[in-house]
């Protein structure tokens, strides 16, 4: 079936450098990617998200990129701060009339002070 | 954050039962969904609803079920055929029934199994 694949499963960084998580998607219909951030037993919460007009999106220290001939996404953090340290996943939208939501397996970010 | 709530925050399962998951929204939403989260693992889906009395099984569906008779509640029973239950269970909800729209997600609940 149609799969998100999501690198690297952890992401180690100091503080104030950037971090970049990539994903991919199988599905070229695909057309709305969100990102999600979920800290230790919490609930997952969005942080942006794209659809496939676009090719970038950007809020504050946050951005994500498309690339739809490469079937690929990116989310960008710069200016870490440990408060970013949590799992964040990546999704992309699947199907016909009704685009449910595949997830990718999510990334650990440690950011150490 | 507020609007949709799940209970209990712990649940215990025991051999051969069947247990149930509530999930509620005042959002006045349309959608909802019910997902499972295993360490390492990203979100599955198990069911989905997008308008009441109706619903439709998703990745995982094998041993759980749902009913949405009100818009505003899609309860998930794990039955004793679903082997394997022990996990975090995820309930969301979104305005439309689209599927391309931000999901909004309940606390969570962790099953457990004795």
């Known amino acids: 079936g149609e799969n998100v694949e999501q690198h690297p499963s952890t992401l180690s960084v100091q503080e104030g450098d950037s971090a970049v998580i990539k994903c991919t998607y199988s599905?070229?219909?695909?057309?709305?990617f969100p990102w999600y951030k979920q800290e230790l037993g919490k609930r997952p919460q969005l942080i942006i998200d794209?659809?496939?007009?676009?090719g970038e999106k950007k809020d504050q220290r946050i951005a994500v990129t498309l690339n739809k001939t490469a079937k690929h996404f990116s989310l960008h953090i710069t200016e870490t701060q440990p408060e970013d340290s949590a799992v964040y996943f990546c999704a992309a939208s699947i199907g016909g009339g009704f685009q449910k939501l595949v997830f990718g397996t999510g990334t650990r970010l440690l950011v150490s002070p | 954050d507020g609007g949709i709530t799940q209970s209990p925050k712990y649940l215990f399962r025991k051999e051969g039962q069947n247990v149930t998951l509530s999930c509620e929204q005042n959002?006045?939403?349309?959608?909802m969904y019910w997902y499972r989260q295993d360490p390492g693992q990203g979100l599955r889906l198990i069911y989905y609803?997008?308008?009441?009395?109706?619903?439709q099984k998703g990745d995982i569906a094998e041993g759980y079920s749902v009913s949405r008779e009100k818009k505003e509640s899609f309860p998930l029973t794990v039955t004793s055929a679903q082997k394997n239950p022990t996990a975090f269970y995820l309930c969301?909800?979104?305005?439309?029934?689209?599927?391309?729209?931000?999901?909004?997600f309940g606390p969570g609940t962790r099953l457990l199994v004795l």
């Open positions: 969301a909800s979104t305005p439309g029934s689209s599927g391309k729209e931000t999901q909004y």
């Open positions: 609803s997008q308008i009441v009395n109706d619903f």
């Open positions: 959002l006045n939403h349309d959608a």
């Open positions: 794209i659809r496939s007009n676009v």
């Open positions: 599905d070229s219909a695909s057309n709305y």
